[in-house]
């Protein structure tokens, strides 16, 4: 087990901190972190897709995912905004609402895949058995 969940969460709560405060940052410095670790983001999730199609499953694109989809949404909510306007506290809430969403669907997942009796043996199972319903 690695932590490269971490790092994408790390790394995407940097991104909502530049988002949060970029009306009173220097928008060069700004501009700068954006593209460094949005750049990484894009980059990593491209190859994350690449080796999954390729058949190698030893890395977990869900660690990189759930860990990137956290450190967006906490970090929404949890960093400090030095100039905090109207939009941006109804942003706060939407992401504090969206990550219980996220939570509730992950705990679903966990129950679905700990049932052995199912045949759901990971997240890829829940989303084809989603699929083969609505077929």
């Not at 390729?54 to 694109?61: L, R």
């Not at 030095?82 to 969403?101: A, Q």
């Amino acid at each position: 087990v690695g932590a490269s969940g971490g790092d994408f969460c790390l790394v995407t709560t940097v991104l909502a901190g530049v988002v949060l405060n970029c009306d009173s940052m220097n928008i060069v410095g700004a501009l700068i972190r954006v593209l460094l670790f949005g750049g990484y983001i894009v980059a990593e999730g491209y190859m994350s897709i690449q080796r999954y199609n390729d058949g190698d499953h030893q890395i977990s694109w869900a660690a990189h995912l759930g860990g990137a989809v956290t450190g967006l949404l906490i970090g929404t909510v949890v960093l400090r905004n030095m100039d905090i306007k109207k939009c941006e506290n109804v942003c706060r809430i939407l992401s504090l609402l969206l990550f219980i969403g996220y939570l509730g669907v992950l705990t679903a997942m966990w129950f679905l895949i700990v049932d052995k009796e199912n045949g759901i043996d990971d997240g890829m199972d829940v989303i084809k058995s989603i699929v083969d319903m609505e077929d």
